[in-house]
């Protein structure tokens, strides 16, 4: 058993000066005066009754005197045991007024932040007893009676962000009291609001309930707001099936720089519990609740369940996880305790014939949990009793594959790679089209029937004409030819729920036959048709068939087996068909598609169809590699692929429109992209760089670092930073750091309007596996309906056909 590490528990004075216990940055005079200790190596205890970081933070206690005939309110600060921990605010009022027909006195109050920490929202002023008992107030933001109302102050009063900097006042907001005395009364208010960690500071932060956070001295290199909060066994979700419930703590992990991407912390967070009264194991494995596919549900998608995250061991009445077995907790979210009574663990691989998978979800049969592959695809279960199998699911792919062992030794842990396998039907969890682009060099996330496959070109023909696809490397080749169905017949199809926000779904096809010239007009009249079946039945939305081409051109002797010297094309031509009626953002809909070419009155003489490009729409990539930097064509190329996977659930088909080097004009290599509101010198500068002439494409820079944030990257858009627009000096910028998820990240902090990046559609979102959560904490692949409404808009900017 790994032993545990156990922190002194110091309790912070509640004075007005929270650095005498973590020294934060203060006046510029004060960061001049002797060097205070260095808070990366300073690990502290932050008890309940003294809580001065977190979520709901005591910032001020006051009492107003509201005078209604001299129509007046004056501000007292409460002090004493009331008073409130540094950072601090104060109340500003006015004016007064007061209606002595609905005996209502109404008067606006403002919050100043006179500490020297940021504040976060929403900002709440809690009214905690009323000295005359006859008044009440009228408009609360929640509530029902003294202790449970308050006002609310959201980002909508908070500068248009959820946060409000030191010296900074919200703006002012109406508290209206009813009075049928009209006598003079008091107000007991507490303000309350979310005050953040420091970057690089380490230490133990209490919640009310028992649960706490332990962060490791220079884990996180940016500001972070942390805080837990016990949940009951009814507050979860996810199904337990055999495993004991043992406790439950939801984690608040907000990084508070909201307009950037930041790396996880360095070293697991460190989670305590209390245990139950007469706990049943003194070992416990940790689930963290997330919405993750599941293709054996009676309609396939995400529901939610446990994702297997770390190991807790009793430690003095409290859970205590260990990080010993699993990596550990690196971020927010549900996480739950189960009593581990015996057995061991398996770990393993899951791949397929292009390499490891991350984001496949393993399941087990001994118990519920399950895993999701990192991003070297490998994965870590608990598992209950001896033999046992693993089962991987790719939901991009529609693969899976399973693998069988045995815990031999109680508290062992087993390796059990899993090989995925093409299903023959594959299964579409996820909205969207998979594969649309057939861009992984291959047809997988298709049914097939006959002869189909992928390729790169058709060609070249005996006049030397060669077809290639109309985006990216690759299209879909079905045709009559070998291994057809009867020598006639081929097929593609797929099942697919339709994106939120969606309008008209668009492809590209060119028809290529032997037929032509000499049976056009004949019985042997190929065909080609796209169809799809949707609640309202089945829509035929393009079409080709030798008779019927109508402006085919001859193109030489296209080599098909069993033919002649002569061959034709229709060329590449669109098909599309309006599916708006099934994309609302309620009860997901699912429609089927079907690609099918068929050779008529014989089975000689070849026809071959080749589709690409299937979207809702269409973002444009026009990518500039700063020298030095180490991106390469390849690695565009590939996040390019990434991200089409990703942004697919939304409709979106990403296209690359070049790629070039430029070189440094100097000191852009490690760009400071220091947040304000406002682009940096060097931001702007960059952001100039070789500029698409085309306006709608997204401006996508690689540079060597950022500097001034802890950041892996950022997305500059006109609703982060008030001097960006959309279609001048927009842009997302990219530092060495490869990860597989960013840029579709990055795209959707663009595409996502008109909310700021900290919004609850990019990183407040609730689930750590969606694309625009931070930090990445599990693999980021999932786009919700919300999001995609939005990105959907009518009139979005980015978005082609």
């Not at 297997?308 to 205590?320: E, K, N, P, R, S």
């Not at 080749?477 to 017949?489: A, E, K, L, W």
Request: with cysteine; glycine share 10%; charged share 15%.
């Amino acid at each position: 058993m790994k032993k545990l590490p156990l922190f002194t528990s110091i309790l912070l004075s509640l004075t007005l000066a929270l650095a005498t216990a973590i020294p934060f940055p203060s006046t510029p005079a004060a960061a001049s005066a002797a060097p205070a200790p260095t808070p990366a190596r300073r690990i502290v205890s932050t008890k309940a009754a003294g809580r001065t970081v977190g979520q709901d933070i005591l910032v001020g206690s006051f009492k107003l005197h509201v005078q209604i005939q001299q129509q007046r309110v004056t501000v007292q600060e409460r002090g004493g045991q009331h008073a409130a921990a540094v950072p601090a605010t104060r109340l500003l009022v006015g004016p007064v007024s007061w209606n002595p027909t609905s005996k209502v006195i109404s008067f606006d109050v403002g919050v100043t932040n006179t500490g020297a920490m940021t504040l976060f929202g929403p900002v709440r002023a809690h009214v905690l007893k009323l000295a005359s008992p006859d008044a009440t107030p009228v408009n609360p933001d929640g509530g029902s009676a003294a202790g449970s109302w308050n006002f609310a102050y959201g980002s909508e009063l908070l500068g248009g962000e959820p946060r409000l900097s030191p010296g900074e006042t919200s703006g002012k907001k109406p508290w209206r009291f009813h009075s049928p005395t009209a006598k003079a009364f008091q107000v007991d208010v507490e303000v309350r609001a979310g005050v953040p960690l420091p970057a690089g500071v380490g230490g133990t932060f209490e919640g009310e309930d028992g649960t706490s956070v332990t962060v490791e001295p220079n884990s996180i290199p940016y500001e972070v707001l942390i805080d837990s909060e016990a949940v009951p066994a009814s507050g979860v979700v996810a199904p337990l099936g055999q495993l004991e419930f043992a406790g439950a703590v939801n984690v608040t992990f907000e990084p508070t720089d909201a307009a950037t991407d930041v790396a996880p912390p360095a070293a697991p967070l460190q989670i305590s519990v209390p245990a139950p009264a007469n706990p049943t194991a003194s070992q416990f494995v940790v689930g963290q609740q997330l919405p993750v596919d599941d293709p054996d549900a009676p309609t396939p998608g995400l529901t939610e369940q446990l994702v297997a995250a770390d190991t807790a061991a009793l430690v003095g009445g409290q859970m205590v996880t260990e990080a010993s077995v699993f990596p550990g907790v690196f971020g927010g979210g549900l996480f739950v305790f189960v009593a581990n009574h015996g057995s061991g663990f398996a770990t393993g691989t899951v791949s397929d014939a292009g390499g490891p998978r991350s984001g496949a979800v393993v399941s087990n049969n001994t118990n519920t949990l399950v895993s999701l592959t990192d991003g070297a695809g490998r994965y870590h279960l608990y598992i209950n009793g001896g033999p046992f199998s693993v089962t991987a699911f790719d939901p991009f792919r529609g693969s899976r594959g399973t693998t069988a062992g045995d815990i031999a030794v109680s508290g062992s842990t087993v390796t059990a790679n899993i090989p995925l396998t093409p299903l023959t039907a594959p299964v579409n969890t996820r909205d969207g089209v998979r594969n649309g682009g057939f861009e992984r060099g291959d047809i997988s996330s298709w049914t097939t029937t006959g002869a189909a496959a992928a390729r790169q070109q058709l060609g070249p023909t005996s006049t030397g004409v060669v077809i290639r696809p109309t985006e990216g490397q690759w299209m879909a080749d079905i045709n009559t030819g070998t291994n057809s169905v009867g020598g006639v017949g081929s097929g593609l199809k797929q099942r697919f729920v339709v994106p939120a926000g969606v309008r008209t779904f668009r492809f590209d096809f060119n028809f290529v036959s032997e037929e032509f010239p000499e049976f056009v007009g004949s019985v042997f009249d190929d065909s080609f048709r796209a169809l799809v079946t949707t609640p309202n039945g089945q829509t035929t939305f393009a079409q080709v068939s030798v008779n019927q081409s109508q402006g085919f051109s001859l193109i030489g002797d296209c080599g098909f087996p069993g033919g002649d010297s002569t061959c034709g094309q229709t060329g590449w031509r669109q098909g599309s068909v309006n599916l708006a009626a099934f994309s609302g953002t309620g009860t997901p809909i699912t429609v089927e598609l079907l690609f099918s070419s068929n050779d008529a009155g014989d089975n000689i003489y070849d026809t071959h169809v080749l589709i690409d490009n299937m979207r809702f729409s269409t973002v444009w990539i026009d990518a500039k590699i700063i020298s030095g930097a180490s991106a390469s064509l390849a690695r565009v190329q590939q996040e390019i692929r990434n991200a089409n996977e990703i942004l697919s659930q939304a409709g979106i088909n990403i296209q690359l429109r070049n790629v070039q080097t430029v070189a440094d004009p100097g000191g852009l290599l490690d760009t400071d992209v220091t947040f304000t509101g406002t682009l940096t010198a060097e931001e702007s500068t960059l952001l100039g760089i070789s500029r698409s002439a085309t306006a709608t494409d997204v401006n996508y820079y690689y540079v060597r670092s950022l500097t001034g944030l802890a950041a892996l990257a950022i997305a500059c858009g006109p609703d982060d930073f008030s001097d960006v627009n959309i279609l001048t000096n927009s842009g997302i910028i990219m530092s060495d750091t490869v990860t597989p998820e960013t840029l579709a990240h990055e795209l959707g902090h663009i595409l996502i309007s008109p909310d700021n990046a900290g919004s609850t559609l990019e990183h407040s979102v609730s689930a750590s596996n969606n694309i625009m959560k931070t930090p990445r904490t599990v693999p980021r692949d999932l786009v919700n309906r919300h999001q995609s409404a939005n990105i959907n808009r009518a009139g979005a900017p980015l978005l082609l056909p």
